[in-house]
């Protein structure tokens, strides 16, 4: 029978905490202490049983070994430590001793390797997966990169340091005019050429832009930008250029330069450019020498449009253009500076009627297109003046000015500009481009014209009419001006309705007959919502339209369907009508007749000559009188306007007209003044 | 011999530097190591005798102040620099301790990762985000795509043994700012490294040592850890060495706390 191993307890808690020792100098076990404790107690106890069981088998030695290293005591010298104290605490028979912890030890080793094999083992996979990772990474970079490598409209070109191809794109081969393969062996640099820039070229500003020779001779221009490839250690290893093709942006820098100075129908100046040219010119002009210039624009040059199609209308565009630099010689200067207006710009050219007809004798030529002649006639505007007379813009601008009085004076006409003319004209734009503002502002008034029966002078109605608070002298009415910027469509139907609340003071004031008469431009008479304007004005009033006279324009209702509808339309509203500007052509007769007008106002027949000073019977009084009758024979009253006084009232009275208006009556006047004036009439 | 183990490791990656989570592996006994790595830790143990303590002590400080930072009511962590997947890693630590706990991991170092990802796989409180931790705002996107961790909680920031990695013209206070700015208040900041206040000599060779490897280091004083804890507040016992720092006194009695070599302490964000 064996000695008890451990004789008392007390030698086991000793042993346990010298072991306990060697673990915390030797390894790193994450538990606390009290825990480590407990493990390493209960392994002693297991030894210690070993020490004492019959019979001796070391197996639980190897068990204890191979806890060890799963509870992580595994440091360096752990083994080694545990070993000598449990040698020096255990105690027993020496065999047994000695075999018992070659069991812990072996039991350890083995576990260890076991451990360490396992965690090889994890460590490959990681490895493994980490390298698979890298590899994917890999894999997806560069087939980005073949991708757009490959589809890029960038020519993309790795070389080597000396410039060789190693590697280029589908991009690059047709910049180059070649397979991919033909580059092979070759370097970037046996395409670049040195040839001198064109000067002006719009892309002369870009840095890195390089002119390359394609294989086929051709030249391209590209922007090229490369930049050094390292290789792993940071060194230089590859060089990449982007080529991008300019060609394309540089042509069509070419065209635009090209079209910004000439005309793209014609070939010859444009607007911009004749304006410049005009200004060189004018500087290089000696002082004693004259600059003539003409503006020509064709006349019903929309007719061939709207006739023949505008393919015909640029070709006339085109020969006119020819024909113009034909007449003026070479050095004279011919562009087109409007759609059919062409300028032509001479220096010491031959006297101005001469070099006219000789223009007009060209152009009217005939130009047989497709079996169709045309010839086409221009209005013509002139200016001739030394360059110390005229600034070169002032010259392009009388120039215009006179073509705008060629045109009023009708077709195939030529005007040289005229200072007066052209001071009118002027003072005429001005104050009609000012009208909509003061429009707006509130400055264009309401004012009244009395209409008088020209029996007995008695106030029977009165037109409304637009007024300027401060009119400006020498200049056309307020309507007038609006008919000739198109504000007289706008102002129709102000006019209309702000006049119609004041119906019911005349209505008060004449009684049953038409008592409000509003006569409407060309423009407005022509106005296609005009119905609709008046119905609304007559609707928000609630007056009889027959109080209401409407005067449409003569000459436009001859003319213009649209108008003719008004009148028709008014007619069956119930509104009187009447047509102004009345002339008394046959047409214009039939008209009153077939619309079945109320009154016709007559144009001045006699021009502005005071007719009370006309003999009798002369042949305009004695046809005026005639007009007059036929009116009266169907039932049309006849007005007259512009009456002066009363003698030129007692005239016409005399010659059968029904009513009068003028200076006689009262013009422009406010309502209050209408008032008083018609009470004291009575 | 020593050659001989690397037969087994796959084409493509670069064991020829060693690297400082593979060093700290071997010095606890681990087995996630080659060649190269085991012979800069020889080179070490030249230079630093009782690396393999230093070692066992900043492992032992991380298992504490994670368990101080449980005990304080933190319940997510975020390890910054967590190397080599070895014994006592913070995710088992706080699941002994709450399962509840969720810590995200950070490294950049490929082999790392991907053996923390092996033994993640089946853990859905844990996981392992590969960014660089000197790039907080890619680490802090990167961890916050996965989920895991609510940042409108306090969150524990351990940076145990891994600034002495960051040299002072990456401004590794700026780079602890933003990491600190991103938490929620009351969160913590778990930090220790190596200084050359407790052995100078042997930290001039460890530095020199190092030189060669991945991982250069750079030690810092007491003063400059300190300022390092801008805007948290160091709780008792302050920055200490990884032994004296809350021990577990049956463990390391008798022995010298300055053997540590390393300076660890925890800060409160204010």
Redesign the interface.
Same mark, same amino acid.
């Given at each position: 029978m064996a000695e008890p191993t451990v004789r008392v307890r007390a030698d086991q808690d000793t042993l346990v905490r010298s072991w306990? /020792?060697a673990v915390?100098? &030797?390894?790193?076990?994450?538990r &606390?202490?009290?825990e480590? &404790?407990a493990g390493l107690a209960e392994m002693v106890d297991t030894l210690v049983a070993a020490m004492v069981a019959e019979p001796f088998d070391p197996t639980p030695g190897t068990e204890v070994g191979e806890r060890m290293v799963a509870e992580?005591l595994?440091?360096?010298n752990t083994l080694q430590q545990s070993v000598a104290a449990l040698a020096e605490g255990l105690h027993g028979p020496a065999d047994r001793k000695v075999s018992l912890l070659v069991a812990v030890s072996s039991g350890y080793a083995n576990a260890l390797r076991n /451990? &360490?094999l396992a965690?090889?083992e994890?460590?490959?996979?990681?490895?493994?997966?980490?390298?698979r990772?890298?590899?994917r990474d890999r894999r997806a970079t560069e087939s980005r990169f073949r991708e757009v490598f490959a589809s890029s409209a960038v020519g993309i070109a790795i070389t080597e340091l000396d410039g060789r191809f190693v590697e280029t794109n589908p991009a690059l081969a047709t910049i180059l005019a070649c397979e991919t393969g033909d580059l092979a062996g070759r370097s970037l640099a046996e395409f670049i050429t040195n040839e001198p820039d064109v000067s002006g070229s719009p892309l002369a500003h870009l840095p890195d832009r390089q002119r390359l020779r394609r294989l086929n001779g051709e030249t391209a221009w590209v922007y090229a930008k490369s930049s050094l490839l390292p290789d792993e250690s940071g060194g230089p290893a590859y060089r990449v250029t982007m080529v991008q093709d300019l060609s394309e942006l540089h042509l069509l820098g070419d065209r635009l330069s090209h079209q910004l100075l000439h005309d793209a129908l014609t070939g010859v100046a444009n607007r911009i450019s004749f304006e410049s040219r005009l200004e060189t010119m004018h500087g290089k002009a000696a002082p004693t020498s004259t600059l003539t210039l003409c503006c020509l624009d064709l006349d019903a040059f929309s007719m061939v449009n709207t006739t023949y199609g505008h393919e015909l209308g640029n070709r006339v565009l085109r020969t006119v253009a020819q024909r113009l630099e034909a007449v003026a010689g070479e050095k004279a200067v011919v562009a087109r500076i409007g759609s059919d207006e062409f300028a032509v710009l001479v220096l010491d050219a031959p006297p101005v009627s001469e070099f006219v007809d000789a223009i007009n004798a060209e152009l009217s030529e005939p130009d047989y297109t497709d079996g169709v002649g045309l010839a086409v006639s221009a209005s013509i505007g002139v200016v001739r003046a030394g360059p110390s007379a005229m600034s070169s813009a002032e010259l392009f601008r009388a120039g215009e000015s006179a073509l705008r009085q060629a045109r009023a004076s009708g077709r195939r006409q030529w005007v040289e500009f005229d200072h007066d003319a052209d001071k009118r004209d002027r003072a005429l734009g001005s104050a009609a481009t000012a009208l909509p503002a003061a429009w707006e502002n509130g400055e264009l008034d309401l004012r009244y014209d009395v209409v008088a029966r020209l029996a007995d002078h008695k106030p029977v109605r009165v037109t409304a009419v637009p007024g300027l608070d401060r009119p400006a002298a020498g200049l056309p009415s307020a309507a007038d001006l609006a008919e000739t910027t198109g504000l007289s469509v706008a102002l129709g139907p102000w006019l209309l309705s702000r006049s119609t609340e004041h119906v019911p003071v005349w209505r008060a004031l004449f009684g049953s007959e038409p008592v409000h008469r509003v006569l409407l431009s060309p423009l407005q008479s022509a106005d296609a919502e005009l119905s609709g304007v008046i119905n609304r004005a007559i609707a928000a009033t609630a007056i009889p339209p027959g109080l209401l006279e409407v005067g449409l324009h003569t000459g436009t209702v001859t003319g213009n369907g649209d108008a003719q509808d008004n009148l028709r339309t008014l007619g069956d509203i119930g509104v009187v009508t009447a047509l102004h500007g009345f002339a008394g052509g046959p047409r214009e007769v039939t008209m009153a007749e077939r619309f079945k007008v109320g009154a016709v106002l007559l144009a001045d027949p006699f021009e502005g000559w005071r007719p009370d000073w006309l003999p009798h019977d002369c042949v305009q009084v004695e046809t005026t009188r005639g007009l007059i009758d036929t009116m009266r024979s169907i039932g049309v009253s006849v007005g007259v306007r512009g009456v002066r006084d009363l003698a030129e009232a007692r005239w016409w009275a005399e010659l059968g007209a029904d009513t009068g208006e003028g200076p006689a009556f009262g013009l422009g006047l406010a309502v209050d003044d209408v008032l008083s004036r018609v009470r004291s009439a009575k | 011999m020593a050659e001989s183990t690397t037969t087994w490791v796959p084409e493509g990656i670069d064991l020829d530097r060693p690297s400082a989570a593979r060093l700290y592996d071997y010095l606890l006994g681990g087995g996630h190591n080659f060649a190269h790595d085991r012979e800069l830790a020889h080179r070490f143990l030249k230079a630093q005798p009782h690396a393999r303590e230093i070692a066992r002590h900043n492992r032992s400080f991380l298992r504490r102040s994670v368990l101080f930072m449980i005990e304080n009511g933190l319940r997510q962590f975020l390890d910054l620099g967590s190397g080599i997947p070895t014994v006592g890693n913070v995710h088992e630590i706080a699941h002994n301790a709450d399962p509840a706990c969720r810590v995200v991991y950070v490294d950049y170092e490929e082999v790392a990762c991907a053996h923390s990802n092996l033994m993640l796989a089946s853990n859905p409180n844990a996981t392992i985000v590969q960014a660089d931790l000197t790039v907080p705002e890619e680490v802090l996107a990167a961890t916050r795509a996965t989920g895991l961790l609510d940042f409108d909680q306090p969150i524990g920031v351990i940076m145990a043994g891994v600034f002495h990695f960051v040299p002072d013209a990456k401004e590794p206070a700026k780079i602890i700012g933003r990491y600190r700015d991103a938490t929620a208040d009351g969160s913590m900041l778990s930090f220790s490294q190596f200084t050359r206040d407790l052995m100078p000599e042997e930290m001039d060779r460890v530095v020199e040592v190092m030189k060669s490897s991945r991982d250069p280091m750079f030690p810092r004083t007491r003063e400059e850890i300190i300022a390092l804890f801008d805007g948290y507040e160091i709780v008792e016992p302050g920055i200490v060495p990884t032994a004296l720092w809350h021990p577990d006194t049956g463990l390391d009695d008798g022995q010298d706390p300055n053997l540590a070599g390393i300076l660890a302490g925890v800060g409160r964000k204010r």
């Open positions: 306990l /020792r915390a100098a &030797t390894a790193y076990v994450p &606390t202490s009290q480590i &404790t992580g595994i440091g360096e /451990r &360490t965690q090889q994890n460590m490959k996979i990681a490895l493994h997966s980490a390298m990772q890298a590899e | -």
